[in-house]
């Protein structure tokens, strides 16, 4: 087998192509707004989505990630909204096999989404529950799975070790992050989290975070 004709002028070379990239992303960004610890995860958010201001609206907890680098090197289990976040994750940069839960399919959502009248990416957030303690916690989609969450937090759920909160939208998605961030002023409930301000998020951007999450080097 052949390559076709060169036609276009374009760097082949994948390392070179991340190392360029990231080079660029320093180059654009104010990266002084995150804490000094949490560089590398705006780096992957803003590589993961295109958009060098990201970092303008990114809301980081101080304590996010180390604690969300801590639960995964013990093992926890990644909780997605959605199976465009799950599948991309980086397996290979997880440091202990960890699973990569999403029970958007499984067969009792559909019926409690009816019976709670909610979508049913909500209605499996409830499945979560058994796995929840010391869980790092992936939103990319859905306002309604966030929402959610932070309802049963404040009813006495267990807590993750980590929430990253950025579903996508214009129906919720700004409020529904807004929630994540005045969460623990209002409720006591002080979750580590990251999260971007806005109707922006996504599936893309909350994978890049777990994977800049799941292991130190870029």
């Known amino acids: 087998m052949r390559p076709p004709t060169s036609r276009y002028a374009y ?4 390392p070179a192509i991340y190392l360029d990239s990231f080079a660029t992303i320093r180059r654009e960004s104010d990266l002084s707004r995150v804490p000094a610890d949490a560089e590398k995860l705006a780096v992957r958010m803003i590589h993961g989505t ?4 990201l970092v303008d609206d990114l ?14 090197a013990a093992g926890a289990p990644i909780l997605c909204d959605a199976r465009m976040v799950a599948v991309g994750v980086t397996a290979g940069r997880l440091p202990s096999g960890n699973e990569v839960c999403c029970f958007l399919n499984e067969d009792r959502v559909p019926g409690l989404a009816r019976e709670w009248r909610t979508t049913r990416t909500a209605a499996a957030v409830s499945l979560w529950e058994p796995h929840l303690d010391g869980a790092v916690v992936a939103i990319g989609n859905a306002p309604t799975a966030l929402f959610h969450l932070l309802e049963m937090l404040a009813d006495g759920a267990p807590r993750p070790a980590a929430v990253i909160g950025c579903p996508v939208g214009f129906i919720g998605a700004a409020e ?14 002080d979750v580590p989290y990251v999260t971007v301000r806005g109707r922006r998020g996504g599936s893309a951007m909350t994978s890049s975070a777990v994977n800049a999450l799941a292991q130190e080097a870029e």
């Open 50 to 53: 295109g958009q060098t201001d």
């Open 11 to 14: 760097v082949k070379d994948g």
């Open 59 to 72: 809301v980081v907890h101080p304590a996010l990630v180390s604690s969300a680098r801590t639960a995964l």
């Open 176 to 189: 529904s992050k807004q929630a994540l961030v005045d969460f623990a002023g209002e409720t006591g409930i």
